[in-house]
């Protein structure tokens, strides 16, 4: 029975209800609240746009109360797998193997954040080693959900669902994710160093557009967006609007058949 209820929880195998008035709210807290309490207990003056979220994580920066912000975004880490997993089920009738890239890389995602938060733990012993572990766990986590957005996204694109529910669909993670690929373009165009835009490409060198205070703040926002609005958007599949006790009910039935 424990075993079942872990693997429903990473499954996302749970009613569209409890993951909207439960596990919605719960990952707002763990993530966004915790954020601003560790803020407010920060030593010093944080200023969100300038600054990165992990500077609230390190024990250099913030001796007292660093273990605030790691334990909230650990439990976000978990708590992104359900919604993930509802989402990627919902559409994989629609593209069966994108939906599972999508599952994948949000999986990817938030084993990397949960990695991200608990190994700066050590780092009142002075390892660089493990700052540059938070780093590069930190870029995976970013990159990964990312890629599971785009997924899903492709995936609701070509989706077989009700004209106003695709709609609607579409329209809320373009919000989140045409603005993502937008500020991607632009970077690799700087990075292009093209002659022809030069002037443009002057511009968008300039630092206060891409301060990475602001877009971690930002990007954390649409991740959210994104995974509410899958959930509130997606039709409920049979198997999560079925109780935990019925289904191991008629899996325990469905082995002693096979058994017989």
């Known amino acids: 029975m424990q075993y079942r209820i872990i693997n429903d929880f990473f499954l996302g195998k749970f009613r569209k209800s409890t993951l909207l008035l439960v596990l919605a709210p719960l990952l707002f807290v763990s ?34 109360f660093y273990a605030i912000p790691s334990s909230g975004l650990t439990i976000s880490g978990f708590l992104i797998f359900p919604f993930a997993a509802y989402i990627s089920r919902g559409l994989r009738a629609e593209w069966r193997l994108c939906a599972e890239v999508g599952f994948g890389a ?18 009142p ?47 809320s993670w373009s919000i989140v994710t045409v603005p993502g690929i937008v500020a991607v373009a632009l970077r690799l165009l700087v990075a292009a160093k093209l002659e022809c835009l030069n002037r443009l490409c002057i511009w968008l060198k300039n630092p206060q557009l891409w301060q990475l205070g602001f877009w971690e703040w930002a990007g954390s926002v649409g991740v959210f967006i994104f995974l509410l609005s899958g959930i509130i958007l997606l039709p409920e599949s049979p198997e999560s609007r079925r109780p935990l006790k019925d289904r191991c009910v008629v899996e325990s039935d469905h082995r002693e058949r096979q058994t017989c």
């Not at 390190?58 to 007292?64: D, R």
């Not at 493990?130 to 997924?151: K, Y």
Request: proline share 5%; glycine share 4%.
């Open 125 to 171: 012993f002075g390892s660089v080693i493990l700052l540059r572990l938070h780093e590069t766990f930190a870029r995976i986590c970013a990159l990964a959900l990312g890629v599971g957005m785009l997924a899903f996204y492709a995936c609701a694109v070509r989706a077989n669902l009700s004209p106003r529910r695709r709609r609607l669909l579409v329209a």
């Open 106 to 123: 949000f999986a990817t995602g938030a084993i990397s954040l949960v990695l991200a938060s608990v190994v700066v733990w050590p780092l």
């Open 31 to 64: 993530y966004f609240a915790v954020l601003v309490v560790a803020v407010w207990l920060f030593p010093s003056k944080y200023e969100w746009y300038h600054k990165s979220i992990s500077k609230l994580l390190y024990p250099a920066n913030n001796p007292t």
